[in-house]
DNA sequence: TATGAGTGCTGAATCCATTTAGCACCGCCG
DNA sequence: CGGCGGTGCTAAATGGATTCAGCACTCATA
């Protein structure tokens, strides 16, 4: 690239016509009334020229910037939210849109920073995504601004992406009655006994319901329901350990998430029982440890990338836009915790 | 706010001053002869109308969009990378800047795009981030776009950030040592002697380096070194088993990785062998997983925020940059899989 | 031969903040 | 009283693209 920016007046210049002419050619305007030869010529220029549109100059009179806000709560922590970005950026780009992205750690001070910083680069629009499915605060915006929440939900703006969490429960529980399961079935993570007036994460509710619903409608109940406040590893350990010495009968274990799931495996491997030949494990994520498990995790996958895509679709698509919320299907990864009961 | 956006005109109006020395005033330009009334008022004004500059006006005149580039050939893949754009994101974040997150998937045309897309937008700088730390192709830029690299070297751009993964080599033999192990270590991953040809990655190499630099200096070598294409658990798995069916008598693994070092976690388990009674276990990264270990693992950590932050700085310092490379410490996370070894 | 429609294009305003050159005024000195 | 230096501020240009209003022509029609 050379050292001094080409600009449209240099393109017009070359092609002996006005930035007028040159600017409404390579914007393919279509009622414009300019001559076969002036759009040759131009595009010729432009093309010699290497001539890039400066696009704060464009922002600045069309206050379009093809550039969108992705705000975040957390991206680090886990893959979750890379994955939301990666899919995300993969459909921006489709657009030849361009992604600002910024986390806030959930701060509300670090919101609103990040919101005006967006703002005053003047961003098409701005997703919101939260790794823990909240109804999210959002600082007021330009009335402009598209907002579309990803993993989230809120009442003053209403086109929200989220992943199907009910029929993804279902599914889990279909797994396990499919290959036989009825008696000695053991939720691990929730008992919505004890947890009724906790604040999970509305859509933690909703797999809840999933599975609640499935097990319903195939005429079974819960062996027992455990209730875990952390689901990490360690936890998922200490609960099936206590678990099994309580009950040694229970046959199939419905996780509710990936990390819960790989507790019970040390568990399982340390009081010598076998996945699946003794015990079935369903679980939810797909966490990246879910391909590592020996045998297999047989898990309900949390679909990240297409959940980032299609909001920024949502984001961008104008006009018909399906209001309100956009089920994502969470792909059912079968691999090899899932097996008939013992009898 | 409003529906209007409000200008800087609209400010000095209020203030009853000229545009010109509102923009001084609120630039805090030192050498203004302007009344100290005139900044009150025109900061009043700015703060009741709820004033923000249009950054795209601003960067059209004075070419600085307070805006950095971030490309990256993964993000979703590993959770490297998100690493380095939470501490990149921090870093710009305390600047008061904003980064623009492209992927590439290394490939060569999406990348070209990538650069232009920022180019466009008149980014301040780029950070180039890739993965697996390999000398990157860098298309032609402007003269003036700063160019930090991350994780990857280039000989046009000095700048670059990279993990001191040679003392980290060194750190991980010098645990094993000070535990009192001279016999019956294992290097699981790499073997000089097959890989000698073999393009892993610059800073791979630079682990090995310096782990056989710390071996040497405590006039230790290895009773073996197991190449391994692929480090993925069921890779280390495989290569563990076949390691002990070949010589029982291995008493610690220094695995390159630690989702080898997985594998060999639940190799040894169904080997009924134990970690770390029976062989100690050091290893690299500070992934998730090493803390799910049971018991947790030991592991020289790649400092991924800490390299993202430090790009950032770079690339805004201007003025005292050190040049060249830039080697950030590998924190060493001691958990407990290193013990003495059995008499 | 005006009149009108159509064609191909341009001039100038506009978006908003920054920045340079310089105006108007004051008090003071010789 | 003329001139000089300092003080406090403003007009206008600038950056680059978009866009509206409209100019200068040609050709056909009444």
Request: include cysteine; hydrophobic fraction near 45%.
């Amino acid at each position: 690239m050379p050292a001094k920016r080409v600009t449209l007046a240099d393109v017009a210049k070359r092609a002996g016509l006005s930035s007028a002419a040159a600017s409404m050619i390579l914007n393919g305007r279509p009622d414009t009334r300019l001559s076969k030869e002036a759009h040759e010529r131009v595009h010729a220029a432009a093309a010699e020229l290497g001539y890039r549109p400066n696009l704060a100059a464009r922002g600045l009179r069309t206050d379009k910037t093809q550039t969108i806000g992705f705000v975040s709560d957390l991206v680090a922590t886990t893959r979750f939210a890379s994955g939301l970005i990666t899919g995300a950026l993969g459909a921006a780009e489709k657009a030849s849109h361009v992604l600002l992205v910024t986390e806030t750690g959930g701060d509300a001070r670090r919101e609103t920073d990040a919101i005006a910083a967006l703002v005053d680069r003047q961003v098409d629009g701005i997703v919101f995504a939260t790794m823990r499915a909240r109804d999210l605060f959002i600082p007021d915006l330009p009335e402009t601004t598209r907002v579309v929440l990803l993993n989230a939900t809120n009442t003053r703006y209403p086109l929200s992406v989220l992943p199907d969490e009910e029929a993804g429960g279902r599914a889990a529980v279909d797994l396990l009655v499919a290959a036989g399961h009825r008696d000695g079935i053991v939720l691990l993570g929730q008992n919505d006994d004890v947890e009724r007036e906790l604040f999970r994460s509305s859509t933690i509710s909703r797999r809840a319901a999933g599975i609640r619903a499935a097990m319903r409608a195939h005429g079974l109940e819960f062996a027992s329901e455990e209730s875990i406040w952390l689901w990490e590893p360690r936890n998922g350990y200490d609960a099936t350990r206590a678990l099994f010495e309580r009950d040694p009968g229970v046959r199939a274990l419905v996780c509710m998430n990936d990390r819960l799931a790989f507790g019970a495996y040390q568990a399982l491997g340390d009081l010598g029982l076998r996945v699946p030949d003794d015990v079935s494990i369903v679980s939810f994520d797909n966490d990246e440890l879910a391909s590592y498990l020996r045998p297999g995790l047989t898990t309900i996958g949390l679909p990240h990338e297409e959940m980032g895509a299609r909001a920024i679709e949502l984001l961008l698509a104008d006009g018909a836009t399906p209001e309100g919320e956009t089920l994502v299907d969470m792909p059912i990864v079968e691999r090899a915790s899932v097996a008939p009961p013992r009898a």
